[in-house]
């Protein structure tokens, strides 16, 4: 029962370098999201995707960009890191219907940008 | 738009103490209500939800009711354990093009000591 799988786990970046989160999950869900972490923020919604071929901004989406690889697949991408974007990423996914679906969510990568 | 308050903590309790963790929540439709828990170092866990006004959620021995009136979802458990350290998150989802979009209070870290 993998779930919802993230990788890398850990990654460190230099400032300007970039990079691509992975996400895959197995419980044929449409709806994927990608959110940060951070100390005293709780989690913030960066992008997600409603179903595969369609992706739309969330609450704090600039620097990053995002591909519905398949149903199964949802990458973010930091094209240009910033020490702004240290955080924890959180991907998770749900079924579209009944309402009130929960998410589940991968283990997390930790990303540092120095 | 849609947020959520929730005590800010930490919280630390004894064995077998009774705890509440307060959230309110302003929305402008009618939202479903969540609470997960975070172990240190893994993702997110349901850990209760309810849907519609006077639902209580369960599980694990903890409760907590939706109250329309009050926009609460307050969490509650008579006796906690030390494996119940953890950080606890309120969440709402309103659902907007098929997806349950989360918005997250800031999390409670809670510290249960034997």
């Known amino acids: 029962n993998a779930g919802v799988t993230q990788t890398p786990k850990f990654q460190v970046l230099k400032t300007g370098q970039s990079m691509t989160l992975q996400c895959a999950q197995d419980?044929?869900?449409?709806?994927m999201y990608w959110y940060r972490q951070d100390p005293g923020m709780g989690l913030r919604l960066i992008y997600y995707?409603?179903?595969?071929?369609?992706?739309d901004k969330g609450e704090v989406p600039n620097g990053y960009n995002v591909s519905r690889l398949n149903k199964r697949e949802f990458s973010l991408r930091l094209e240009s890191a910033a020490p702004s974007q240290t955080s924890v990423y959180f991907c998770a996914s749900s079924a579209r219907a009944p309402r009130g679906q929960p998410q589940h969510f991968g283990d997390g990568t930790r990303l540092s940008i120095l | 738009g849609d947020s959520v308050t929730q005590m800010e903590g930490p919280v630390t309790l004894s064995e077998e103490a009774f705890l509440t963790i307060n959230c309110t929540y302003t929305a402008t439709g009618y939202p479903s209500l969540f609470w997960y828990v975070q172990y240190p170092g893994e993702g997110l866990q349901l850990l209760l939800k309810a849907t519609k006004a006077d639902d209580k959620g369960s599980n694990k021995g903890f409760e907590a009711t939706y109250r329309k009136e009050t926009t609460s979802f307050h969490l509650e458990k008579g006796s906690v354990q030390v494996s119940d350290s953890a950080v606890y998150f309120c969440a709402l989802s309103d659902q907007e093009g098929g997806s349950e979009k989360l918005v997250f209070g800031k999390g409670t870290k809670l510290t249960v000591n034997p």
């Open positions: 419980m044929n869900h449409n709806s």
């Open positions: 995707s409603a179903s595969e071929g369609t992706t």
